[in-house]
């Protein structure tokens, strides 16, 4: 997403952390009303069966799977970080986090039948009542941050992803800790890429993470392991997934790169493997120009 304006409260905090880092940036879901076609409505998602058996037939499609279980556990994280991520930067970026509860929130697939955008239906936030964007239409005024906090969990979890995976579990028999892992990383990948993007420090990023995740529901809580690994001069930090998000089950597919299948050792020698190659890259590109 670019934010060519600044019209509105979210565009103000969020254009300083897209002007960080573009992987930030691409991460945001647009925050423009959904008006072509092809969209799924989370709030549809929830209320009526036969949309989400559409999600998934349309997953499936894409994947070239008829699991249902395999349907769901490819779908989640890219339905679920878009949304997460709009809350949690602007949580960060100046305290100005965005309704992503799952009557405010839609995802487009492209003609395979993958995610290819997402898109909020209105600009609802909240906000600090110290704020003067308090004052706007779209605000939520909360007495100080940890009200904040509750209220973006509310909005997320409540509202959105626990209805949400009760709806999945029924259909498709995915276990609940597998999607709950999703929830999970969804809420880290933001304070990940916010330390790459030289936002927080590596040691900032995990106490975030801790402090994040013990606010939120007990769910989010052990289900993943965050570490920095050091190439040179460049620290960054990785991520276990301590539960298994089923996709091995595909034959194309294979195990993830933070799977919790792999022993530790070989998965960080692995990750280590690519940041080397990573750093190696940019150090190249910084002695070109």
Not at 160 to 180: C, D, E
Not at 216 to 233: F, I
Not at 234 to 240: E, G, P, W, Y
Request: proline share 5%; net charge negative; charged share 25%.
């Amino acid at each position: 997403m670019t934010y060519a304006e600044v019209t509105h409260p979210l565009d103000e905090a969020l254009a300083n952390l897209a002007g960080e880092d573009k992987k930030v940036a691409d991460t945001l879901a647009s925050l423009d009303q959904p008006v072509d076609s092809g969209w799924f409505f989370a709030s549809d998602l929830l209320d009526d069966e036969v949309t989400l058996e559409e999600l998934l037939d349309e997953t499936g499609r894409y994947w070239k799977t008829d699991w249902r279980f395999l349907q769901a556990s490819l779908l989640l994280p890219y339905y679920i970080v878009p949304a997460v991520s709009a809350a949690i930067y602007g949580l960060y970026a100046g305290n100005r986090v965005l309704d992503v509860s799952a009557r405010n929130f839609a995802v487009q697939l492209d003609e395979s039948g993958q995610i290819a955008d997402a898109a909020f239906t209105s600009r609802r936030f909240g906000v600090l009542e110290s704020d003067p964007a308090a004052a706007h239409p779209d605000a939520i005024p909360l007495p100080d941050r940890a009200s904040l906090v509750a209220w973006m969990f509310d909005r997320m979890i409540e509202h959105h992803l626990r209805p949400l995976f009760s709806h999945i579990r029924a259909q498709t028999k995915l276990g609940q800790n597998v999607m709950w892992a999703s929830a999970a990383y969804g809420c880290v990948v933001p304070l990940m890429g916010l330390q790459r993007a030289g936002f927080f420090t590596v040691e900032e990023a995990l106490a975030e993470k801790t402090a994040l995740l013990d606010n939120g529901p007990r769910q989010l809580r052990d289900l993943l392991t965050v570490y920095p690994l050091t190439s040179g001069e460049h620290q960054a930090l990785f991520m276990r997934i301590e539960v298994c998000c089923q996709k091995h089950h595909h034959p194309d597919l294979g195990k993830c790169g933070f799977c919790a299948l792999r022993p530790s050792e070989e998965q960080r020698e692995m990750q280590q493997y690519y940041f080397d190659r990573h750093v190696a890259e940019l150090e190249l590109e910084s002695s070109a120009s």
